[in-house]
């Protein structure tokens, strides 16, 4: 499997944007600079395994998922449990 750069920007970037924050709010947000950020998201640069895993915390995305976009079944497993809960709440409210 050959990493590209590429897809690993377009994913940051779909992710930002899924937050709803621009450029320049994420880049200073995570303190790099908006070149450097921007030559990120097109995939024109790499970053550090520290940015890296700062990005992924503050987009609330897996590095696993920004590096090869595979979901982790982390991310199911917490949904499950979230929607457990809900039913187990909605039930609790019926007793």
């Known amino acids: 499997m050959k990493f590209d ?3 690993f920007g ?7 944007m899924r937050r709803g ?5 994420f880049a200073e947000e995570i303190d790099i600079s908006i070149s450097y950020y921007q030559k990120i998201e097109r995939g024109a640069r ?17 590095t696993d998922y920004l590096l ?18 809900l039913m187990l709440e909605a039930l609790a409210e019926k007793l």
């Open 46 to 62: 790499g970053c550090s395994l520290d940015i890296l895993v700062l990005i992924a915390e503050h987009l609330n995305v897996t």
């Open 5 to 7: 750069q590429e897809l």
């Open 21 to 25: 924050i621009t450029q320049e709010a």
């Open 10 to 16: 377009r994913r940051i970037q779909e992710a930002r």
């Open 68 to 85: 090869t976009g595979r979901q982790s079944h982390a991310d199911e497993i917490k949904e499950a449990l979230k929607a457990s809960s």
